[in-house]
Structures are given as C-alpha cells and as structure tokens.
C-alpha cells in the first residue's frame, strides 16, 4: 500500500487540478534537480521521491486509485497479515519529511549509485544520470503470467537549445535554466517476468535520465504494484478463486465451466460437495520462478442460497 503522502510531497491540496499539479511538479523538479544542489544526494533522493509522486498524481486512473488505497488503508493492512496481496515492504514508504529529517535512510539499490555518485566540483567532468523510481500498477493476470506494458514517464535528457552548454548566445540558456537538461516524456515497453512476486523491483539499465558531457544515462527501477483482482488472489505460484454453485449441483453434481487465469475450463463437482470444499488444478496458477511452469489453481466451492 502507498505510505507516502504524494501530495504533501508536490505541495498541494488533495483536490489540486492537473494544472496546479504540474505547475508544482515544475517549481520542486528545478529547486531539487540535483545539478542546482552541487550534486548533493540528498536533493537527488528528494528528485526521485517528487517524480514518483508526480507519476501518480499526474495520471488521474493512478491517481483514483492511489486515492482509493489510502482511503482504504485499514482493511488491505489486515488481508496482507493473512498472506494475501503485499508483501509489507515499506522500503518506499518513507514520505518527503522524513527524508530532510533521517538522511539516506533509503535502503536497497540505491546503495549502489553512492559508490558511482558523479564528482560535482567539475562541472566538464563526464556526470552519470540520475536514476528514476516508480511505482506501476499492473495487471493481476499479467503479473501472474508475465508480458509486456507500455509505460510513458518523464526523464532529464540533454538540452538541444545550447547543446547541453548551459548557455546560449553567452547567456544563460532560457530554456534549461543552465541545468543542461530538461525534462521530457520517455516511454518503453516493460517486459513484466512471468509470475514475479508483488513489489518487485525491476531494474531496467540505462533507461533513467541522461548522462551529462557522455555520462552515461541513469537506471530505471520500477516497483511492480499489482492490480487487485475481482475474483483471483494469489499466494507464491498458487492462484485461489471462489466458485458459486447451486444447492442442486451441489448435492447431485455434475459439470461446470469455470475461468481461469488464461482459458475456460470444464470442472466436475461431485456429489453432496459442501461449502468451503477445495479442487485443485494442477499447472493453471502462476508461473513458478519466472519460468514456464506453473503452480496450481485451487477452487474454492461456496453454495449460493437459491
Ligand atoms: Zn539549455
């Protein structure tokens, strides 16, 4: 579940309009960009943090749903203590105000860009971009079997205007502010390993913000989120579903189609089945280790009143 709070992160108020959103996300990105800050991690910590929020906030589906999570808060806290849904990784969760009071506090694989931080007094010396952090919500089913996502977010890329000089016509650039980089839109596709466990984190090399004088560019980490599913919930590789049934094929069985995860399929229920009975399919779960073999679906029967 999202802890952090996105729009204290941007400055803004919860009903704040996709214009005021923007306008914020601008002001913060300029006063936090790392290059007006000596390139100080601190502030390259608080860039990543504003642009998680703003991937959120500036999609207004993620933005409902975020919305939604946090007013949902208590109940998803008690589903995950049963194993259902996340993990309880709160390795994100940390909000903006935290980060000024505890320092790195940030664990993980931001570790490594420490030991590669850029040297920040000479500013012709190659400098490596930053890299990005997002959370992306993804489908249960896609989560569960892997494929691929569009995915659009915004980097720092090279500023055309003075050809990442920071100056134009011996003034100071207007359209980067001699930061040498502006932000723009970037968007891949995401290949999504089949049956990677929720709150993943995805590394993908080379795709966070550019490098400056031949630096070479920032990762992107996406932090997989998935989507919860109307009527599947998995554990590991197993996946569970409830299948409504009448009393009479209940008591005298028979046949059903049921869906699974990719296909529909013609279960046998036997007779005098009781609520709360179990049949396992073996191979239509999740994928099992990233791989093509899968866990098993458990149905799960419950007997409809009429
Ligand atoms: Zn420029």
């Known amino acids: 579940m999202p802890q952090r709070d996105y729009y204290k992160i941007l400055g803004v108020a919860k009903d704040a309009k996709a214009g005021e959103i923007k306008k914020s996300y601008r002001e913060r990105a300029k006063r936090f960009h790392p290059d007006a800050n000596n390139g100080s991690k ?49 390795r994100w969760g940390y909000g903006f105000g935290d980060y000024e009071s505890q320092g790195h506090r940030q664990e993980g694989p931001f570790h490594q860009t420490a030991a590669e931080d850029p040297q920040p007094h000479d500013p012709n010396a190659p400098t490596r971009g930053y890299d990005l952090q997002f959370m992306v919500d993804v489908e249960f089913v896609t989560v569960a079997l892997g494929g691929t996502i569009p995915y659009a977010y915004e980097k720092y890329v090279r500023c055309e205007n003075c050809e990442s000089t920071g100056e134009s016509d011996g003034k100071t650039c207007e359209e980067c502010g001699g930061r040498r980089q502006v932000v723009r839109e970037a968007s891949l596709d995401v290949k999504i390993p089949p ?112």
């Open 195 to 306: 049956g990677v466990a929720d709150k993943y984190v995805l590394r993908i090399q080379g795709e966070g913000g550019e490098g400056i004088n031949d630096g070479p560019p920032g990762d992107l980490y996406l932090k997989i989120c998935t989507l919860p599913h109307p009527v599947f919930k998995r554990k590991k590789s197993d996946v569970w579903v409830e299948v409504p049934i009448s009393p009479e094929l209940a008591e005298k069985g028979g046949n059903i189609d049921i869906q699974t995860l990719d296909s529909m399929t013609s279960i046998e229920v036997e007779e005098c089945t009781l609520t709360g009975e179990e049949l396992r399919i073996p191979g239509k779960g999740a994928s099992i280790l990233w791989g093509k073999k899968r866990g098993d679906l458990i149905i799960k029967f419950v007997i409809t009143d009429s």
């Open 42 to 90: 601190k502030s390259e910590n608080q860039f990543k943090v504003l642009s998680e929020a703003y991937s959120i906030l500036s999609d207004a589906r993620k933005r409902k749903e975020y919305d939604r999570r946090r007013s949902q808060k208590g109940p998803s806290r008690g589903r995950s203590s049963q194993g259902w849904g996340s993990q309880g990784d709160d």
